[in-house]
């Protein structure tokens, strides 16, 4: 007899198993992801659900931990599935249908594209986000780009290596920073959009929390908002996005970038922060952004620790399991230098690493200030998940 350890963390190395054995390609990848294990935590139930799920997981084969108020699901998600269908799941055991079939939905399906103002990105190859700060005080590279000119040409170089969207920002969000007025933003930041736009540089996002700044940005042709703040900053930019027809990226943050390090506090940072963007997410679909419309982005280095930011990429996939795309903005954290040692102006190399991780867990989208060597990393995490 012959035992081979097979790689579980993708449905890949069953799926292979079962095409070298004959399978055709589709029941091959139905098989593979019907036994991949799954594991979901189940919060605000009732004793009568937790004996309900206790009784259905012995009788199913699926394993079960119990606590006041709580309760951790793990099995083959094929044998999660019957849950999630109303006409198969105990009758005690229906609250848990929707939220359980969104979470197999997320997984079965994950979004292929994004949909932003006149355009779709595909994301079955890593989207890279170029950044273009126009602040004089950004915490990585304030001061840089001094002109209009100066910036426009960053961009074209950041295109040249490989951006797929140029995210130019005209207020430093660094812990502690002093707060811009719109006018200043606008300033900053609508002669940069009107130059790449201009010399069909982009499509181009803007980063900003603002509505008044985010219409200006839209008027000079910007196709994207990306709200730092989630959409808690300013009550009216959601429907700036919404009528301009934009793409939004919401991100996850506590507070403000002035209080933000003293809201840094989680019991367990993942599903924590995953219920605070699904709650975003419905904010802005509630809006009237289409869903299709919409990225969400954990927020590394906002009001989270080093030790949060470190967990939060190792368990970035509870926050893909909302089923929006993932962007995430890594580049030169100061958590990549408490793990290297190297101060920002050195922290390109940890920043691609830090990527190629977040890629193998489901992030697609990747804000970055050095685009050419995060490409290369990307390239080569992508090429282990999806064929060249
Ligand atoms: N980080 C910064 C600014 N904007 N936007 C998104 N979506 N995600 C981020 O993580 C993010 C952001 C701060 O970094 P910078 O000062 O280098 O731009």
Redesign the pocket.
């Known amino acids: 007899m012959k035992v081979t350890a097979l790689a579980a963390h993708t449905p890949e190395a069953v799926r292979a198993a079962l095409a070298a054995r004959g399978w055709e390609t589709q029941p091959a990848w139905f098989a593979a992801t019907g036994i991949e294990p799954l594991v979901v935590l189940i919060e605000e139930t009732t004793e009568d659900e937790r004996e309900a799920l206790v009784h259905w997981a012995a009788k199913s084969g699926a394993d079960v931990l119990t606590g006041e108020g709580w309760a951790l699901l793990a099995g083959a998600a094929s044998r999660l599935a019957p849950l999630a269908r109303y006409d198969r799941a105990p009758a005690e055991l229906r609250r848990l249908a929707p939220a359980l079939g969104r979470v197999l939905a997320a997984r079965a399906e994950p979004p292929r594209s994004w949909t932003i103002r006149d355009a779709e990105l595909s994301l079955e190859k890593p989207v890279i986000i170029g ?1 273009i ?1 126009v ?1 004089p005080d ?5 001061g840089h780009l001094a002109s209009a000119e100066a910036a426009i040409e960053h961009g074209a170089r950041l295109t040249a290596d490989g951006a797929r969207l140029l ?1 130019v ?1 005209g207020e ?3 812990p502690g920073a002093t707060p811009v007025p719109a006018k200043e933003e606008i300033a900053r930041i609508v002669p940069v959009i009107r130059g790449l736009v201009a010399r069909g540089l982009g499509p181009v996002s803007v ?1 900003t929390r603002k509505a008044e700044v985010a219409r200006a940005a839209l008027d000079a042709g910007a196709a994207v908002v ?1 709200d ?1 703040s989630g959409l808690r900053f300013d009550a009216g930019l959601a429907a700036v996005a919404r009528d301009a027809g934009a793409g939004v ?1 919401l ?1 996850h943050v506590r507070g403000t970038p002035a209080t933000m390090d003293d809201l840094a506090k989680y019991a367990h940072v993942g599903p924590e922060v995953a219920a605070e963007l699904a709650a975003t997410a419905a904010m802005a679909e509630g809006e009237g952004i289409p869903r299709e419309r919409i990225v969400i ?1 954990p ?4 009001a989270k620790t080093a030790t949060h930011n470190f967990r939060l990429l190792d368990e970035l996939a509870t926050v893909v399991a909302l089923g929006y795309p993932v ?7 100061r958590f990549l230098g408490a793990a290297t040692g190297r101060p920002v102006e050195d922290r390109d190399r940890a920043t691609a690493v830090a990527c190629a991780l977040a890629w193998e867990r489901g992030a697609r989208l990747f ?1 970055v ?1 050095d685009v050419a060597l995060t490409r290369e990393a990307l390239a080569l995490a992508s090429a282990t998940t999806n064929p060249p």
């Not at 950004?138 to 304030?142: A, I, N, R, T």
């Open positions: 950044i700060n602040t950004s915490f990585s590279d304030g995210d920002g430093s969000t660094r980063d990306n730092i990226i991100m982005d927020g590394f280095g906002f962007a995430v903005g890594l580049s030169r954290k804000r200030h």
